[in-house]
Antibody, heavy 118, light 112 residues
Framework: EVQLVESGGGLVKPGGSLRLSCAAS????????MNWVRQAPGKGLEWVSS????????YYADSVKGRFTISRDDAKNSLYLQMNSLRAEDTAVYYC???????????WGQGTLVTVSS | DIVMTQTPLSLSVTPGQPASISCKSS???????????LYWYLQKPGQSPQLLIY???SRFSGVPDRFSGSGSGTDFTLKISRVEAEDVGVYYC?????????FGQGTKVEIK
């Protein structure tokens, strides 16, 4: 069974940093691209960042470019999101998600809440 | 980036009546592998999004058959044949053909 478990969320002051982790199991993590998606309170779903297998391709939403860094450790079956210079508008539930491939829909974790507030 | 446009943004439905949501993409979602990477999610109040439909028309495991998806290329539709009270929430379409996923704005469905 595919499982994605996020951790690392919490309360942080504006300008602070936080590192989210996503532990993957139940599939061959190294061959899949991975994503971070977030949802601010009362808002829609927003794609944040993607990283391809072997980390060849990395993309960021304009809203986080230069502040967030996505990475992966295939030996640990883990995905990360380093978030720096956090702003109030970064407050959201952050979801880790596996890419969709033919016949296999995307898989999402349950999310971890990040709150940026003084 | 691919823009996903959903209509309507809200829907009030009498139980037992049908409902339909449209989703249009700014580019074709048909991949060279022959699959179309269009998904439908339902986010019930206080819950994480749950997958309803993948690759336009395939129902995910456990999804009732009153939900169906159709469409091709850039135009897609989610239909609920007979809305039930448990179907309330926000419905999102999502494209997965690009690594940079994009979502529709969401359609809020409520029961009359």
């Amino acid at each position: 069974e595919v499982q994605l478990v996020e951790s690392g969320g919490g309360l942080v002051k504006p300008g602070g940093s936080l590192r989210l982790s996503c532990a993957a199991s139940g599939f061959t993590f190294s061959i899949y691209s991975m994503n971070w998606v977030r949802q601010a309170p009362g808002k829609g779903l927003e794609w944040v960042s993607s990283i391809s297998s072997r980390s060849n391709y990395i993309y960021y939403a304009d809203s986080v470019k230069g502040r967030f860094t996505i990475s992966r450790d295939d030996a640990k079956n883990s995905l990360y999101l380093q978030m720096n210079s956090l702003r109030a508008e970064d407050t959201a539930v952050y979801y880790c998600a596996r890419e969709a491939i033919s016949g296999q829909p995307p898989q999402w974790g349950q999310g971890t809440l990040v709150t940026v507030s003084s | 980036d691919i823009v996903m446009t959903q209509t309507p943004l809200s829907l009030s439905v009498t139980p037992g009546q049908p409902a339909s949501i449209s989703c249009k993409s700014s580019q074709s979602l048909l991949h060279s592998d022959g699959k179309t990477y269009l998904y439908w999610y339902l986010q019930k109040p206080g819950q994480s999004p749950q997958l309803l439909i993948y690759e336009v028309s395939s129902r995910f495991s456990g999804v009732p058959d009153r939900f169906s998806g159709s469409g091709s290329g850039t135009d897609f539709t989610l239909k609920i044949s007979r809305v039930e009270a448990e179907d309330v929430g926000v419905y999102y379409c999502m494209q997965g053909i690009q690594l940079k996923w994009t979502f529709g704005q969401g359609t809020k469905v409520e029961i009359k």
